[in-house]
């Protein structure tokens, strides 16, 4: 049973314009939520996260929407760049962020120049 | 945020042996997880690490196949033991640090196991 999903495999946009990514999830224990980036042949890296006390959290290109009701969440990328070609994991968690992560299967973000 | 670094960084294993992955934290951090990141698939939690404790281990994953240690705050192992070539994945550490409980990864071994 998948507790994060992630139904979109592979996204394509264009430079400059908006990435959105989507993420839903099922365990109403998760608290805390978070998006890494990751190339190939390395570890994931952090991007933002969320606590289920606040819906939207920014930080420069990258803003997280949570919809608690729907269980859903997402990944708005504007402008979107090159260098955001990745495969963009959700994860969430519970215990305030201080449990182990539970992962969505990931989308590949392609940018197109 | 933290800087870790893995040992080996890939491997190439045959069968029925075991190898031991090496976690380095340049800061003291209580909580460290291991996960694994078999081909294709997303990353799975095998256990959390906590320093001066035993390993908590997740459904799936036992001490006997897979069994950690936390001497200290800044460094662990994880050893995949009697390997098989179901154990071929990405082996990932990661940390509890920063200012809202992100975690933070390391690079990560790919082993494979012929």
């Known amino acids: ?16 314009r908006i990435s959105i990514l989507n993420c839903d999830y099922t365990n109403s224990m ?11 042949a390395e570890g994931p890296t952090f991007l933002i996260s969320i606590s289920s006390i606040k ?13 608690k009701s729907a269980k859903h969440l997402s990944l708005h990328i504007v402008p979107s ?11 969430a968690n519970s215990g305030g962020g ?5 992962f969505g299967k990931g989308t590949h973000l392609i940018i197109q120049p | 945020s933290a800087v870790i670094s ?12 075991s190898l031991t992955i ?12 291991w996960y694994r990141q078999q081909p294709g698939q997303s990353l799975t939690l095998i256990a959390t690490a906590n320093q001066g404790s035993e390993a908590t281990y997740e459904s799936g994953f036992v001490i006997d196949k897979f069994p950690i240690s936390r001497p200290n ?3 662990s192992t994880l050893t995949v033991s009697n390997m098989s070539p179901e154990d071929s994945s990405i082996y990932l550490c990661s940390v509890l640090s920063g200012a809202y409980n992100e975690q933070f990864f390391g690079p990560g071994t790919r082993l494979t196991v012929l």
Request: some cysteine; overall charge negative.
């Open chain 1, 81 to 91: 760049q090159p260098g955001d070609s990745a495969v963009y994991f959700c994860a």
């Open chain 1, 98 to 102: 201080a449990d182990g992560l539970t």
């Open chain 2, 6 to 17: 893995q040992k080996p960084s890939r491997d190439i294993c045959q069968r029925g042996t």
């Open chain 1, 30 to 40: 998760f608290d805390y939520f978070l998006w890494y980036k990751k190339y190939p």
């Open chain 1, 1 to 16: 049973d998948q507790q994060v999903k992630q139904n979109s495999p592979s996204l394509s946009v264009q430079e400059g």
């Open chain 2, 22 to 33: 090496q976690c380095q934290v340049d800061s003291q951090v209580t909580m460290m997880f």
């Open chain 2, 73 to 75: 705050l800044t460094f």
């Open chain 1, 55 to 67: 819906d939207k959290n920014e930080d420069g290109r990258f803003t997280v929407f949570l919809n």
